[in-house]
């Protein structure tokens, strides 16, 4: 059936065409085969005012058999791209580390052996490359990671056929968001907009106050760095089902950049923005400003480390927080070197994180 | 006052204390016995003590501590011969043998013969066991200066054995050889004869025309650290002297180091001190040399220093407010002005007659075949071949083994370079001219990095942490090389190099040699040169020379090696990618892998001699695989529409092949107006519009599928809207 599926023939058919060319480079241009990919990283991210996202550059890295460096690069991605082949023929899925170990093997004989990857980073890396050749993104060659996203409230999923009422049990517990997004339907929405909190023992607190069923939200989280599947939610429910999106991370630097990746995106998948990134997102806390305004008494904040420090000097000069809102806030954390996490407002009760300080800053941002 | 009179109490005291005795002066009988005299409270004995016993009591001052006993000896033995040869010009040929005699009471037997001048045989005994007695206080470049090394061996054989020192001596004036057995007197510093016999031609040991051999029974440890130390000088040695022949015998066997080049350096020369090293002492020397020519200090001048003529003495006379008169006549305060103004005035460089590089001739010769010895490991199990075949395999040299095979076996190995450099620099360093030479050999049988020290061709063996050189070769760039440190750690990353400094990853011997009649020792050991004045300076500039004579020949062998362990990865990953692509699409993998592999090998050729390598300009890229893709798409489309003109119709079925990249290409030149937006899009673009460009395709065509999915959803919600 899903051998049938007309993407999956598409991705086997362009993998085949990068191995067609290759040999034709070889047996009868009679010249090494380049691989030209686009670079992904610091170096090759672009702000785009115009669509308010990290984008991709236009800086590649050709990839040839020609260097010490690179013949290993060439040979690891042309193994993943027949990897991906294999997975897709045997109408298979698999995570990223489950690639890592289908295609590790050892290089070299007895004297000098190598490893195919250093580590799985390497195997993560060509199967970018794969992506970035075949134009297609992972998850539509069934390559997922663990799911760890998590969903509450009232919105109906259909995973691999069958209906998940995610308000169903939404007082105890969350649905895991799956990370196969090619098996996942959102079938009906009825919620009034989604909050998205950073960390998962932060959205079972507010869960269990029963802020889904007072306020009529969807509650998600990523559990730290989201993955793609979540993002992918976030945006989906908030372009296509006209849902309002507001964010919650900690009021840390490092909180800060992960509410960013759904705003923005982020430097390592600026090639994938388009698909991941909510630009109307609305970050409303946890402020810098807040550890004062709400009294987090002193024990409860937590001193600035010198990378958070650093951290927030390089933001200050990013485009995206000109602000006078988001330079006043790096202003006060920089001034105090202090931050805090949003669990430190259960310092004033286990009740007022959900049913003081959240609706508060939903009611001055209008969305309730 | 109160001082003199306590010191004059104290030689009271003292004189007092052997009242019957004789003066000690007179007496033949060392004061030895007067000493074990207790004395009073608070009662000081001042005593004469003679050299000998100093330099026993010192020992440490000549080298010779517990440990490197037999180094020290071995050192002395071979340096003395070196030099008895090389003053008359002889090509040398030494033995050294150096076994166990005793295992319980540590004795061992060492001996050396030469074929150097020899010693006239009135001379040996004071030549052998008098400290302090010796033919090289002059000012010239010698191995030996202090007459103390013999002198140490005869000293340590009487103190610690009851064997007499051997000694043949057959000198070049007399022709005839001479047999002693010796004994120190450490008492008074002299020689006790025990045999003196001159040897018929039957009894004779020596076969050259002249020559000089010594046996020694010591008693001394020899750790297996000083053991390879011991080796290691024999080695160094033969590096800088590849004029001679040296054999060395132990109880592991028998090396033989030959002859290499019969060029020999020039003798240094006697030549008169300088006048800027001039002191009151080296002064009143010169005077004490004209006393009875009644010289005047102008003559006197001229004649005792280099580069002073009779003018330019009589202006310094002038110049220190003095008249020109009899030499003797001046009083120190009057001599030490005239070494004032010789300190302050300006003279021509020394010459360095009085010096012997080694020279590029026979530096070159030692450093494209030097020896160094190698212990075999091969216990009895082995045969020995077997034990010759291993060192053969692991040496990758020429073997001149010999031996018991049943024993740790020492053998020769020579390295062979792929290529070296030499340089030398003149300069002054303490105000006594100094030749600083380096050499380089790289490559080739050398494996490792390793830096060679050599004073007055001495090898330098320890303390090389705080040497001079250690500090020269860390302080001079690789990058004059030509290469960077990025480079050589790519190329020669090696997990056992103890330092992960860039030069020591090379496989390069690094020589310095520094020859000065006054070299900076740090230590009275001599072991190890100070970074003192100019002379680092110099050895820096050798080195940068060096380097930079060398660049273009290394950075060639780096290619090679480059080349090399590049031709190794394409031999493990080719099939790796053949494997890949083969799975993937028909194609005949073994033609596929035969293509690849000459390719690879013919690239890596022509990197080799040096070859622009032609860059490939049409790169697989997202897009073109994107618009072949979307070509063989486009085109069913445009076909079933029956839209495709005639024309690309009839350049389709031209070809019998499927369509290769670049002609895919010049198709998708031709068919882009009429292929949807949407396929031709950037693969990035592509990816991007994944979700929203092809959904409705996707869900025409399979009703309800991945992503789309939730955006499907949402037309259907805001339908409902």
Known sequence: MPATDKRHQEVIKKIKLIMKDVSADLMDQKVLPVLDVPKVGYDNTIWSEEKRMLTIGDKTARISPDSTKKIPTFAQYLVMANAVRKLLDEE??????????????????????????????????????????????????????????????????????????????????????????????????????????????????????????????????????????????????????????????????WGLGIALRYKIGSESLSYDSDRLVTPDAQVLGMMFSDIYRYNIPEVARLAASEEDINRAHDMKKKPWFQDKKWQKELNIFLEHEEKCELDAFFKHGFKYLAETYLPEKLREAGVI | MQ??????????????????????????????????????RGKVRYDRKAESEFFVDNSALAGFTGERILYM???????????????????????????????????????????????????????????????????????????????????FSTKDTDHPLKVWSKSEEEKSEHYFELRTDIGTNKP????????????????????????????????????????????????????????????????????????????????????????????????????????????????????????????????????????????????????????????????????SPIGEEILTVGMTSEYTIVTSREPQAGTKEKAEQGIEDAGNGKMVAAGNPTQPQIAVKILRPALTAYSSKTCVVNNRPTIVEC???????IGSFKIFRFANKIPLLYDEGSDVAREVVSEVEIN????????????????????????????????????????????AGKESIASEGELKHYMKSCLSDLYRKVSAQIRKELRMKEAQSRLNLYKYYIPLIVGAISESIKVDSIKLEQAFTELAEKHVTGEIAGAPVPEKEDAITGKRIEEEAGEEKGANIEVNKGKVSAEQIAAKSAKPNPPRSRQVKEEVAKVKATVPKGERANPVEKLKATWKGEKKTAKQATGQTSLDVYSAAGDKKRSKR
């Open chain 1, 92 to 253: 298979m899925e698999s995570t990223i580390r489950g690639m890592y170990y289908a295609t590790l093997s050892t290089v070299g004989d007895e004297k000098n052996k190598q490893k195919f990857w250093n580590s799985q980073e390497n195997s993560d890396d060509a199967i970018k490359a794969v992506e970035l050749l075949t134009g297609v993104p992972r998850e539509e060659f069934s390559v997922t990671s663990k799911p760890k996203g998590m969903i509450s409230g009232p919105i109906t999923l259909r995973v691999g056929g069958d209906l998940i009422d995610c308000s169903l049990g939404s007082r105890a517990t969350s649905q895991l968001i799956p990370t196969n997004i090619r098996d996942v339907e959102i079938v009906d929405v009825k919620a009034d907009f989604v909050m998205v909190v950073e960390k998962d023992t932060v959205l079972n607190n507010i869960r269990k106050s029963g802020f889904i069923q007072k306020y009529n939200a969807i509650l998600m989280t990523g559990s730290g760095e989201p993955d793609r599947a979540t993002r992918m939610m976030v945006k989906t429910l908030n372009e296509e089902w006209k849902m309002p999106v507001v964010v919650f991370a900690d009021a840390d630097p």
């Open chain 2, 3 to 40: 001082r003199l009179k306590q010191k004059a109490t104290v030689e009271v005291a003292a004189s007092a204390g052997q009242k019957n005795a004789k003066p000690a002066k007179v007496n033949s009988q060392p004061p030895a016995p007067v000493l074990q005299q207790p004395l009073g």
């Open chain 2, 73 to 155: 000896a071995v050192r002395e033995l071979i340096e003395n011969s070196l030099d008895s040869c090389e003053s008359s010009h002889i090509l040398p040929h030494i033995s050294l043998s150096m076994k166990m005699l005793d295992p319980a009471n540590d004795m061992w037997l060492i001996s050396c013969q030469d074929n150097g001048i020899g010693i006239p045989s009135d001379k040996v005994p004071v030549a052998v066991c008098s400290f302090l007695t010796s033919g090289k206080y002059v000012e010239k470049q010698q191995r030996g200066l202090f007459g103390v090394g013999l002198k140490m061996i005869a000293a």
């Open chain 2, 192 to 355: 006790i004869v025990l045999l003196k016999k001159t040897l018929k031609a039957d009894e004779s040991r020596i076969t050259s025309d002249s020559g000089f051999r010594v046996e020694a029974i010591l008693r001394a440890r020899l750790s297996p650290i000083t053991k390879s130390k011991i080796y290691d000088y024999i080695s160094q040695t033969s590096i800088v002297n590849p004029y001679a022949v040296l054999e060395f015998e132990t109880d592991d066997g028998k090396v033989m180091f030959d002859r290499r080049t019969t060029v020999m350096p020039q003798p240094a020369k006697e030549v008169l001190p300088h006048p800027s090293d001039m002191d009151l002492m080296t002064l009143k020397k010169a005077i004490t040399n004209f006393m009875n020519q009644k010289t005047t200090l102008q003559g006197v001048l001229s004649g005792s220093f280099q580069k002073l003529s009779a003018e330019k003495a009589k202006e310094i006379i002038k110049n220190a407010g003095l008249e020109n008169k009899p030499a003797d006549k001046y009083d120190e305060h009057e001599l030490i002005e005239i070494v004032k103004v010789c300190k302050k005035t300006k003279f021509h460089t020394p010459n360095t007659d009085h010096l």
């Open chain 2, 439 to 445: 050499g380089i050999a790289y490559g080739g049988d």
């Open chain 2, 480 to 523: 004059k090389m030509g290469i960077s440190k990025k480079e050589v750690k790519e190329q020669f990353a090696n997990p056992e190099a103890k330092s992960d400094r860039a030069v020591e990853l090379l496989p390069l011997h690094i020589f310095f040699h520094v020859c000065s009649t006054k070299i900076p020792y740090k230590t």
